[in-house]
């Protein structure tokens, strides 16, 4: 039998693609960063590639509420919210999150991706979901949604999911957003932005887009997933780092970076998260999350709340590294805890990857489809867990490898923030 087309075509740019160097290599590690990582190969090195800012989940505590939590419900719900799933915890989980995000109400989903899908897909459709299936009164136009260019995959997801227009503004410009917004004057409206770009590591400029928002009678969801538990006096994110708490009506925020576990969460008003709890796919048509988790994360955000010391040191890693990037003339944008390296194209990165991995240093080559070929970069995470001694000597290997690959570093430094 010959070979179905499909399969052939996608044989067909294996090939071309292997043939090339350009398909990442499969990683795997034995063992999770502490920020050491024991590798496949037996070799361990020094992980900067994670998000567990904090390290939460190294801590005795956490540990312990998710083994009792397994002992007690083991370790998968096997049912969605709606059909079984909805432990108590999960309530517990998102009553305390909430009350740590300063909004009404949330919903935990089982990841992150699908709080994006749920949240952007769930606030465009419910109202047309709702006059459809129960015949309650029609929303009163089409809905748009407006997102920035640089947004999560899960963000554009959510967007396809849902039946609104959907329109893109250039990365972070609040001017642009205000003309497309007067275009759309008078119609249900979504605004969608992150608090900080995950690729890019720079901040949303939320007080313009806020402003942008109100004026316009549009609603603004921040996805927060790197700004929770990092950003702000007291760590609930990106509006209280900008003094917004309370103005940003729709967020999400991902278990999976600060907390170091797995799940979302979205949260809104109560009326919005309820309709979101009925009609969204995100949250309707998949497993909950399992109990272990939520008790995990419970236990962290307890900790990140009553431990200020623990983002005090993520802090001051960051300002170490960034520091002493800055001696060498590489000046990342932002100024957290993600930290990009730009190579410009994929060769340029996986090399850099290579080369840092060869002196023990595990910084991962990021490549398209997360972002453009031209903007290819190496992504560098620090986290509250690295010592001094790791980052100076993270620092003294990429001082090495400019040496050793000149070329490599020449787009690093000349980087100033891009749009993808
Ligand atoms: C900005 C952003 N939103 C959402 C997600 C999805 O989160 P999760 O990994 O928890 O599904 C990620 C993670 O890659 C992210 O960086």
Not at 59 to 65: G, H, L, Q, S
Not at 133 to 138: A, I, V
Request: proline share 6%.
């Amino acid at each position: 039998m010959n070979t179905p087309t499909l399969f052939s075509d996608l044989h067909v740019a294996h090939d071309w693609l292997a043939g090339r160097g350009l398909l990442p290599p499969e990683r795997r590690s034995e063992t999770l960063p502490t920020p050491l990582v024991r590798l496949h190969d037996g070799s361990t090195v020094v992980s900067f590639c994670s998000n567990n800012y904090l390290g939460l989940n190294h801590r005795p505590e956490v540990k312990a509420a998710a083994t009792q939590a397994l002992h007690e419900h083991t370790h998968a719900t096997s049912e969605s919210r709606r059909l079984g799933g909805n432990l108590g915890l999960l309530g517990q989980l998102e009553y305390e999150l909430a009350e740590f995000k300063k909004q009404p109400s949330a919903l935990i989903t089982a990841t992150g991706l699908l709080a994006n899908i749920a949240a952007v897909h769930g606030i465009l459709d419910a109202s047309e979901l709702a006059r459809r299936w129960y015949g309650s009164p029609p929303p009163s136009s089409h809905p748009v949604v407006i997102y920035d260019e640089l947004c999560h995959r899960s963000i554009q997801m959510g967007a396809r999911e849902s039946s609104a227009e959907r329109v893109r503004f250039r990365h972070n410009d609040a001017e642009q957003l205000a003309d497309i917004l007067a275009v759309y004057i008078g119609r249900a409206i979504l605004v969608v932005t992150e608090g900080v770009f995950s690729m890019d590591g720079d901040m949303a400029d939320l007080p313009s887009l806020v402003e942008v928002c109100d004026a316009h009678g549009a609603v603004l969801m921040v996805d927060d997933a790197h700004g929770t538990g990092v950003y702000g006096a007291d760590g609930s994110g990106t509006a209280n780092h900008f003094g917004l708490t309370g103005r940003v009506p729709l967020q999400v925020a991902t278990l999976s970076k600060a907390f170091g576990g797995m799940g979302g969460a979205v949260l809104g008003d109560e009326r919005t998260i309820a309709m979101l709890r009925t009609f969204s796919s995100g949250y309707r048509f998949t497993s909950s999350l399992p109990a272990e988790q939520a008790a995990a994360t419970i236990a962290a955000l307890r900790i990140l709340r009553s431990e200020p010391a623990v983002r005090e040191t993520l802090w001051d890693n960051v300002r170490r590294l960034r520091t002493g990037l800055a001696r060498m003339g590489i000046h990342p944008p932002g100024d957290g805890p993600i930290v990009p390296l730009h190579m410009g194209t994929p060769r340029a990165a996986a090399k850099f990857e290579e080369l840092m991995l060869d002196k023990g240093y595990w910084c991962v080559a990021v490549t398209p489809p997360a972002v453009s070929p031209e903007a290819c970069r190496v992504r560098l995470t620090v986290s509250a867990m690295h010592s001094s001694e790791q980052i100076d000597g993270l620092l003294e290997r990429i001082n090495d490898v400019s040496s050793q690959a000149p070329a490599l570093m020449g787009l690093a430094r000349s980087y100033a923030g891009s749009a993808t």
